[in-house]
């Protein structure tokens, strides 16, 4: 066992704070890592306020995790002390069932063991997340960094990243097709670079024509304001593909009257109910397609952190220290972030005891 430090939530209504706890001893197969950058999701706050249910706490969130190998076990292969490792949303999984052995370990039948907010496999000892100075995980379930990237931007590829990713290569966007992205935030953002180096022209579909520079800086071709009528018409029955990203239940009919015959629309931010309601005739009427996203598979994941060091994509970030993370959820509640945040673990040393 190792002593680590974090910071936690108490409960669903306290703000996070210093928090130390145990992890296990390295076995076989895993290898520890010295965290050097954890990025904040959205849903690190959700979690930590019990806005879905099943919080279990003391809670220390984080999932999108960057650090050095410090240790590895006796028969790890892919990993040696002083690379660079990534630790996303899950840390295991069942291993069996026909969707972990087919890499997507995402759909485990028996459901994935998460980073954070879950109990370890086969036990009661729950799990913690990248808000500490140091984790333990199968070296399966943690992806190989370039060290040519910068690493603290590197931090939300683990979740924004590959959720973003994974259906745009399982749909095989590429050059020749129009591509819409809808909503530009943590998600949109990425969804924005990684369809851009795909070759597609790309369109960000947003409410808000102030972000429509931003969404070009970011690589994309037009902008297409939804709540212009006329620019949505004009668009009506022409997109190979939606990317979208609104993290909220909202109307999806409008976005459905750009997709041509057979295209598809995915959803990967809305966990909640559609409202309102889909109209069946919206897809009827050229054999359209809704469909959903989680994350990837871990071949998957380790396959866009190398088209990542590739085509030199990483997230647009701000940094803070450990000490402003309760502000920082504060900021996030009010949209205040381009377009993620990120904590330098490094402060961690800084906290009080």
């Known amino acids: 066992m190792s002593l680590a430090h974090g910071y ?15 992890r296990r001893s390295p076995g076989p197969n895993d290898i520890r890592v010295e965290i050097l950058y954890s990025g904040i999701c959205h849903s690190d706050l959700h979690q930590s306020r019990d806005d879905w249910g099943g919080a279990l706490f003391p809670m220390v969130p984080g999932h999108e995790i ?4 410090a240790e590895v076990g006796a028969d790890v292969k892919k990993f040696k002390v002083g690379d660079i490792a990534g630790i996303g949303c899950m840390v295991d999984s069942c291993r069996h069932c026909d969707n972990c052995k087919a890499d997507l370990e995402q759909y485990c039948f028996e459901g994935a063991t998460w980073t954070y907010n879950a109990k370890e496999r086969g036990g009661e000892r729950l799990t913690f997340g990248g808000y ?22 590197v931090a939300p590829l683990l979740c ?19 591509v819409g992205v809808i909503g530009l935030g943590g998600l949109g953002h990425m969804g924005v670079k990684f369809a851009k180096a795909m070759g597609a ?6 409410t808000t024509p102030e972000k429509g520079a931003d969404a070009k800086r970011l690589g994309a071709d037009e902008v297409l304001v939804s709540r212009d009528a006329d620019a949505m018409g004009a668009h009506a029955g022409s997109f190979d593909f939606l990317l979208n990203t609104i993290p909220v239940g909202h109307d999806v009919n409008p976005y459905a009257a750009l997709l041509k015959r057979d295209a598809t629309m995915v959803l990967v931010g809305a966990l909640t109910e559609l409202e309102p ?15 959903g996203s989680a994350i990837g598979g871990m071949a998957e994941t380790q396959e866009m952190m190398d088209f990542c060091a590739e085509h030199g994509i990483v997230s647009d970030i701000e940094t803070i220290a450990i000490q402003d993370v309760n502000q920082a959820y504060e900021r996030m509640l009010k949209n205040d972030v381009r ?7 490094a402060t961690l040393e800084r906290a009080p005891a």
Request: hydrophobic share 45%.
């Open 201 to 206: 022209h790309v369109v960000m579909i947003t």
């Open 339 to 345: 377009y993620r945040f990120v904590i330098d673990m």
């Open 277 to 291: 309601p889909l109209r069946g005739v919206n897809l009827m009427f050229g054999r359209k397609r809704i469909s």
């Open 132 to 153: 500490s100075d140091h984790i333990v995980v199968d070296e399966r379930f943690a992806v190989k960094i370039s060290p040519k990237l910068d690493l603290k931007a």
């Open 8 to 22: 936690a939530a108490q409960d669903a209504h306290s703000p996070l704070v210093p928090f130390a706890f145990e």
């Open 160 to 178: 924004a990243g590959i959720t973003t990713y994974s259906p745009l290569r399982h749909w095989q966007v590429g050059p020749g097709q129009k």
């Open 66 to 69: 960057v650090g050095r190998v």
